[in-house]
């Protein structure tokens, strides 16, 4: 059974990166957005934001990788929608093929291709002036808390794209928790700064976490508290969405 999902889990992934290959022009248009953030952000309100001790960039460029992390799920939920769009779906469930393979597939193919999109933001941000000071180490366990978090979130994304099935839909609906959930914590301004009431939901949301722990990592600071965290978050949205995402999958 495990061994083959592992096989069915490689087919499909691999299936996965080789259609993106094939329209390079998504890949391109993934890495414009975060750096127009960085570069909007870094010089348009780095100079009105004060952060103790850091420059804004140091503050800024985690936060950019989490939110590309959350606006690339839509990409998850487009891709599953125009594979139900396409009649790819119905073939996948005539093969003997285990049904979460096609999905984990999907979203380790997603993952992957946020390597790419983690390499362009820290190189951006150190020709802006992003440094390190925590050491390589802790910053290559930076990329990797990144890459985990990206594909933890890319699951509830592929369940909204079962779940809705339509192309245009799914582009709208991905927006509704992704604008909240970024910048409705700790991504471009410290929480502190926020009235009370939302400081409660910014403190303690997983993209907060995620953020934080790799802010620890690459500039200093409490690293096991927020690390448990975002592993917490990380693994709860796998187990609950990849639960509700397989089972839409045996609906559809």
């Known amino acids: 059974m495990i061994g083959q999902l592992l096989r069915d889990t490689s087919t499909m ?4 990166i080789l259609r993106m290959s094939r329209r390079p022009e998504i890949v391109v248009f993934s890495l414009i957005s975060p750096v127009m953030f960085v570069l909007l952000f870094n010089y348009v309100f780095g100079g009105s934001l004060n952060i103790p001790g850091s420059k804004y960039i140091n503050f800024l460029i985690p936060g950019i990788l989490i939110q ?5 799920g839509s990409n998850t939920a487009v891709g599953l929608a125009e594979d139900l769009a396409g009649g790819a779906i119905d073939r996948f469930r005539s093969l003997p093929m285990i049904p979460a393979a096609v999905l984990t597939g999907r979203t380790l193919a997603d993952a992957a291709r946020s390597v790419i ?3 362009v933001i820290f190189a951006i941000g150190f020709i802006l002036g992003f440094r390190t000071p925590n050491g390589l180490g802790w910053f290559f366990a930076s990329f990797a808390v990144v890459l985990v978090f990206t594909w933890a979130m890319t699951w509830p994304f592929a369940y909204m794209g079962l779940k809705i099935k ?14 909240p959930l970024t910048f409705a914590a ?5 929480v502190e700064n926020m009235p009370r009431w939302l400081q409660v939901f910014a403190e303690n949301q997983p993209v907060t976490q995620a953020v934080d722990t790799i ?36 609906r559809v």
């Open 215 to 250: 802010r620890a990592m690459t500039q200093g600071g409490d690293i096991a508290g927020p690390l448990f965290r975002t592993v917490l978050w990380s693994v709860g949205i796998v187990v609950v969405f990849g639960f509700l995402a397989v089972r839409e999958y045996r």
């Open 13 to 16: 992934t691999r299936r996965n």
């Open 117 to 119: 999109t983690t390499t």
């Open 186 to 190: 700790s991504t471009f301004a410290p």
């Open 68 to 72: 590309t992390a959350l606006f690339g």
């Open 166 to 179: 339509s192309v245009e839909g799914v582009q709208a609906a991905s927006f509704i928790p992704a604008f």
